[in-house]
């Protein structure tokens, strides 16, 4: 069976879906055209990838799209479509917009997981413009943990570290929203979901927390 990337464009009008074969061609796409709203994000991105599915399993049907790979024969279902897609590709320019406009903005604490590295010349933020920063800035904390490009541990997630580091960040900024990065986490992200946890149990309310391994 053929394999599917899903890519979807979240726009200020409306959600874009298309459904590509892995060698790039595009079969299918779709919109979702009501208004994108704040609170209606997840419900028309669903939309959008269940109409682009369903023109596609039409599509196939009355062969008017040709898939590599497959034998003509078999129907296509949008079980299929979903059990063979490989990726989703996700685009956002809200997230650009509030960047620009520097409106409805949270603070941020980053829980850098490196080790013996990147402890001192590049701490999370750096590069961020300064106005920019000044609204998210909700510090940060180098702690031992991370990998190397092979796998091997840079060292052991340290949890006194993490919740001292969390602590201190909740009462030096208020910070209420943590992510926790660790060096090659795309990898292994193990260290990434035990030190996420710790997070969420060293405050005493429900932390937001967003692994970094989840976006790239």
Same mark, same amino acid.
């Given at each position: 069976m053929a394999k599917f990337v899903i890519g979807i464009h979240i726009g200020n009008n409306g959600t874009t879906c298309a459904v590509i074969l892995k060698?790039?061609?595009v079969v299918a796409e #779709?919109?979702?055209h009501d208004?994108? *709203?704040r609170d209606g994000l997840f419900g028309g991105v669903r939309n959008a990838i269940e109409n682009a599915v369903d023109d596609l399993v039409a599509a196939k049907s009355t062969q008017s799209v040709t898939i590599s790979g497959d034998d003509g024969c078999s129907p296509l279902t949008r079980k299929d479509?979903? #059990?063979d897609t490989i990726r989703i590709n996700i685009s956002l320019c809200l997230f650009v917009n509030a960047l620009q406009q520097q409106k409805d903005l949270c603070t941020v604490g980053v829980i850098r997981l490196c080790g013996c590295t990147s402890q001192a010349d590049l701490p999370p933020f750096v590069d961020f413009p300064y106005q920019v920063k000044q609204k998210i800035y909700g510090g940060y904390g180098l702690v031992d943990?991370?990998?190397e490009c092979t796998k091997v541990e840079i060292s052991a997630v340290n949890k006194d570290q993490i919740? $001292?580091?969390v602590e201190e960040l909740w009462k030096d900024f208020g910070t209420r929203n943590f992510v926790v990065c660790g060096v090659y986490s795309?990898?292994?992200h193990? $260290?990434?979901? *035990?030190a996420s946890s710790l997070v969420k149990k060293a405050v005493p309310f429900e932390a937001s927390v967003t692994e970094s391994y989840h976006v790239s």
């Open positions: 060698e790039g061609k #779709a919109k979702h208004p994108t *709203m479509v979903i #059990a943990g991370g990998f919740t $001292q580091k795309p990898l292994d193990s $260290q990434e979901c *035990m």
